[in-house]
C-alpha cells in the first residue's frame, strides 16, 4: 500500500505565536475523532509546518485530524487559518490543487450558566452541544431551557475537551416555565444523542425543592426504525476497539417527559431512552422519575452498561393513543443493574410480537436486582399466539426478584401448551442462581378469542438448566377462558424432566389457582394430562419443596392490585435479611413478615 510519509501545513494567514502546537491525529477508516491516536505534534516557529506520518494507507477510507492548541497569548477573536500545502507518499510529494483548509475563531471555552430558545445564548440545543464539542469546558456549566424549541436535527453531545481542573458536570434544565423539546419529523436516530459525553445531568424539575414536578417535555424519534428513540446513547467503539476513556460515563436523566411518536404514526418500533445495540459503552447512568410514554420500548439498554440504575419511573399511559406498545424496560448485558420502584402500566396492545414489562436479555447479564416495581395491565390481545409476561428472564445470571407486585397480565386464547407464547407474570429462560424472593403475581380475568385451546401460569421455568430460590412469593392463577378445548391454568410451570434440586430451599410461598377443572397446581413439561401436579399436597410429595408453603386464596383488593387481605396470609412468611422493607417502603416484621410483596393487616 501507499506509505504517507508527511503533511505540510501552511499557517502564512495566521498569526504564528497564536499557535503554542499543531498535532495530528489518526482515526483508520472512522470519520469520529478520538484523541489518543496521536501522531506527531510540533511547536510552529515559522510559517510553514511539517508532520511526518510514515503510515500505510489501506484499503477504503483513511482518516485524519489535524487540530491546533491555542496559545494563551492569543486574544478573543482573532482568526486561524490552516491549509494543508502538500502530501508526499511513498516518496512522491503532491501539491494541493485547491486549497484543504479550516478557518477557526478563538472563543473561550464554555463555562456558567447559558441560555437556550428563544433570545438565548443558542437557539437550540444542535447548536449549544455543537459548540460544547468546538470549544470545550473550563467549568460547570448549566443550559437552561428558556422557551419551546423545535430542533432541526439531531442535538448530539459528543467527549468534550476540558480547560483547567476538569471533572466539571453539564446540566440542561428548563427555566421559567414548564418547556418542551420536539424533535423534527423523520428524524432518523433521536432528538438527543450522547456520544461518549460523561458528567451530564438532564433535570426536568424547575426547582430541587421537593415536590417539584416534571416540566421538561422531549418528544419525537423516527417510527419505522428500531434504533430510533427520543434520547439515544451512541456508538462509542473506534475501529471495533473497547476504549474505557470513552464510554459515557455519570449520566442522570431525572424528571423529564418524555414521548415517542408511536402516537402519532403506531408502527412499534421505537424507544424513550435508548442504548445503540452495538458499540456502546457506559457506566452509572441513572435514569430516574421520569414519564415515559407513546414508544415501543419505554427504556432500551442494548449492551455493555455498568451500574445501571433505573428507579421512579412512569412508563405508560391511561391514553390509548399514548400506550408504551411493547415493552417496559429491556436491559441486555448489563452488570450490576437495579431497575426498582417503576410504575409499569397499560400496555395493552394487538400486535405481532410478545410483551412484558421487564426484560432482562443476554447472556452477560448479571446480578441485576429487580426491586420493588409495580406492573399491571399488560395485555396482548393478537389472536395468533404472542405473549404476555410480567417480568421475564431472558438472559444472565444471579438476578435477585424481590417485592414486585405483578397483575393483569394476559393473552387471548392460543395454546394450552405453549410456555412461551400465553401470559405469564414470571418467566424465565436462562441462568442459574436466581433469587425470587417476596413477589406478588395476580392473574386473573377471562381468555377470550376464537381459538379453541389456552393457558398461562403465574411462574414459569422454560429450561432444566435455570436454577432459582423461590421464598416467600405469592403466585395465583384464576384466570379463566372461553376456549372450547384444551386449558390449562397453573401456578407454576416447570419444563419436562426438570430437577427439583434446582429449586433447592424454596419455601414458605403461597400457591392459589381457581377452581375451575383446567386449573392445576403446576405442571412439568408441555404435553395435555402429562406430569401435572394437582395440589400443593402434591407437589410437596414429588418436589421435597415447600414443607412450609400453603395453597390460601389470597383475596387481593382488585383485578389490578396485588395486595392480599386474607388472615390465613397474615404473618406467615420467614425473614429474609436481604429483604427489610416491603414494596412501599413499610418495614417489615422481623420475625413474623408476610408473604408477596407487601406487609398488610387484613380488615
Known sequence: PLQLEKIKVDLERSIVSNISSIKLYATSNSSLFIDTLLIDSVIPNSPSVTLN??????????YFHITCDVSSSANVGDTLFLNVDSLTLSGVTYVAGTYASTIRVVQ???????????????????????????????????????????????????????????????????????????????????????????????????????????????????PGSSSSAVIVFINTKLNGVNDPAHWSNDITIRNCNII??????????????????????????????????????????????????????????????EYVRGRGIVVNGAKKARIAHNNIYNLMVDMTTSIAGIEITGAASDSITIESNLLTNIKNAHPLGWAAYGINLGGGSNHFLVNNSIAGISTDNYSATSNAFNAFGIRIVLGTNHRIYHNTVHLSGEYNGTNTTAGAAAMCITSTAVSAQLKNNIFSNTITSTASGNKNFFAIW??????????????????????QPYHFFGQRGTTVGTNVIADLSSWQGASALDSNSSA???????????????????????????????????VRSSTTPDMGAYEFSPI
Open 53 to 62: 506520518i510514515n503510515r500505510p494507507l489501506l484499503d477504503g477510507s483513511t
Open 260 to 321: 415517542g411518536d408511536e402516537l402519532v404514526t403506531p408502527t412499534y418500533t421505537n424507544n424513550g431512552i435508548s442504548f445503540l445495540p452495538t458499540g456502546t459503552y457506559n457506566k452509572h447512568i441513572h435514569i430516574t422519575e421520569n414519564s415515559i410514554k407513546g414508544v415501543f420500548r419505554g427504556i432500551f439498554v442494548s449492551t455493555n452498561t455498568e451500574n445501571l440504575e433505573i428507579t421512579k419511573n412512569q412508563i405508560g399511559s391511561n391514553l390509548p393513543v
Open 494 to 515: 416447570l419444563p419436562s424432566s426438570f430437577n427439583f434440586a434446582n429449586l433447592s430451599g424454596s419455601d414458605y410461598n403461597n400457591y392459589f389457582v381457581g377452581n
Open 108 to 222: 473561550t471555552p464554555l463555562s456558567g450558566t447559558y441560555t437556550v430558545g428563544a433570545g438565548g445564548s443558542f437557539p437550540n440545543l444542535r447548536d449549544a452541544f455543537s459548540t460544547i464539542n468546538q470549544l470545550a469546558l473550563a467549568g460547570n456549566t448549566t443550559f437552561e431551557i428558556v422557551s419551546d424549541i423545535n430542533e432541526p436535527s439531531q442535538a448530539v453531545l459528543g467527549k468534550w475537551e476540558e480547560i483547567g481542573l476538569g471533572g466539571y458536570y453539564l446540566t440542561i434544565k428548563p427555566s421559567g416555565a414548564p418547556r418542551t423539546i420536539t424533535g423534527p419529523v423523520g428524524n432518523p436516530t433521536s432528538v438527543l444523542g450522547i456520544q461518549g459525553a460523561s458528567r451530564v445531568v438532564i433535570d426536568g424539575r424547575l426547582s430541587n425543592l421537593p415536590g417539584s414536578t416534571n416540566a421538561l417535555t422531549i418528544r419525537g424519534g423516527s
Open 552 to 586: 390460601v386464596f389470597p383475596a387481593f383488593l382488585s383485578s389490578s392490585n396485588g395486595k392480599p387481605n386474607a388472615f390465613l396470609l397474615n404473618n406467615t412468611a420467614i425473614p429474609l435479611p436481604e429483604v427489610s422493607l416491603d414494596i412501599e417502603g413499610n
